[in-house]
């Protein structure tokens, strides 16, 4: 079961408040970089659902982020993607996380 709500801080992702988030910007490119400031997040800037789906498999995003311009109908298959993907079971993928995380 994924926990969802409307929030406008990266902190409800770190304190569990909720699974996953989602951000926008123009770009994209600048709101995941100020996403990633944040410790215990990782963001991942994403344009199709196959991009979605290897950032959750393999570094554990926990926040999604899209430019403005992207369509809704769009962002929607890839956020689905993005929160059905479970995190790898593979050491490799477990090591990187971890180093991101120190």
Request: charge should be neutral.
């Amino acid at each position: 079961c994924v926990k969802t709500r409307f929030v406008k801080r990266e902190e409800s992702v770190v304190k569990n408040e909720v699974d996953f988030g989602v951000a926008i910007c123009g770009s994209g490119i600048g709101i995941s970089i100020a996403c990633n400031k944040v410790n215990g997040i990782r963001c991942a800037k994403v344009v199709n659902k196959e991009e979605a789906v290897i950032t959750r498999n393999d570094n554990n995003s926990n926040i999604v982020a899209f430019g403005e311009n992207i369509p809704i109908d769009k962002a929607l298959e890839i956020v689905v993607n993005f929160i059905s993907t479970p995190f790898s079971d593979e050491e490799k993928h477990h090591r990187r996380v971890e180093k991101i995380i120190e």
